[in-house]
C-alpha cells in the first residue's frame, strides 16, 4: 500500500510523528524477534529429546501393556496441572504435573508387579501430555516470532523508507512553495517601485 501524501504541515508532522514511533520501536521488536527465535529453538530440542524418551519408556512397558486390557480402569487422570508463562511478551502454557487417581482393586486380584506397570503408566502419561503442551508451545511462540518478524519487516523494509521519502517529498514541495512565493513577492516589489518612480 503505497503512502498518499498530503502535501502540507500538518500531513508533514503526523508523518514525523509516525516515523519516530516505529524508529523508537523498532529495537523492541528485533529484541522481541530475537528471543523469540532461541525460545522457538528451545522448546523443538526439548520436543525431540522428550519424544525420545517416550518412544523407549512405550519399548519397556511393551510387555506390561496386556495388563489394562484385563484391568483398563485402575489408573485415571484426576487433573492436568498447566501454568502460564510469560515468555518474550508471549503467554504460552507449562506442563506442572498430573494428579492420578487409583481405582481400589483388590490387593489378591493384581498381579505382583502391577505397582510397577502402574508407575511406568503414569510416567507414560505425563509424558505424552507434557509433549502435548510442549508442542502447543512450540505452535504459540513459531506463530509469534512469525508475526513479529513480518512486524520488523514492514517497518524495516516498508514504512520507515516510505515516510522518510514522504517527508523529504513535503519538505522539498513546501521548501519550493515559499521560494516560488519569495520570487512573486520581490517581482510584485519590483513593479511598484518600477512604478512610483
Not at 523469540?36 to 523443538?44: D, G
Not at 511393551?62 to 498447566?82: M, Q, V
Not at 505397582?115 to 502419561?125: F, G, I, N, S
Amino acid at each position: 500500500m503505497a503512502l498518499k501524501i498530503q502535501y502540507n504541515k500538518t500531513f508533514l508532522h503526523s508523518l514525523r510523528k509516525q516515523l519516530a514511533v516505529r524508529v523508537k520501536v523498532l529495537p523492541t521488536l528485533k529484541s522481541k524477534e530475537t528471543a523469540l527465535r532461541i525460545e522457538v529453538k528451545k522448546v523443538q530440542v526439548l520436543i525431540e529429546e522428550k519424544q525420545e524418551e517416550l518412544n523407549k519408556l512405550r519399548k519397556e512397558n511393551y510387555s506390561t501393556n496386556k495388563l489394562w486390557n484385563k484391568f483398563p480402569d485402575i489408573l485415571r487422570i484426576k487433573e492436568a496441572i498447566i501454568d502460564l508463562k510469560n515468555t518474550a511478551g508471549t503467554k504460552i502454557p507449562i506442563f506442572e504435573g498430573l494428579e492420578f487417581e487409583i481405582s481400589d482393586s483388590s490387593f489378591f486380584e493384581l498381579p505382583a508387579w502391577s505397582d510397577l506397570a502402574v508407575e511406568q503408566l503414569k510416567r507414560e502419561v505425563e509424558l505424552e501430555m507434557e509433549l502435548k503442551v510442549l508442542q502447543r508451545q512450540f505452535e504459540i511462540l513459531h506463530r509469534e516470532r512469525r508475526k513479529t518478524t513480518q512486524k520488523v519487516n514492514l517497518y524495516e523494509k516498508v514504512q520507515i523508507p516510505e515516510f522518510e521519502s514522504g517527508i523529504a517529498k513535503i519538505k522539498r514541495f513546501l521548501e519550493d512553495k515559499e521560494n516560488i512565493s519569495k520570487a512573486a513577492q520581490k517581482i510584485v516589489k519590483e513593479r511598484t517601485a518600477k512604478m512610483a518612480v
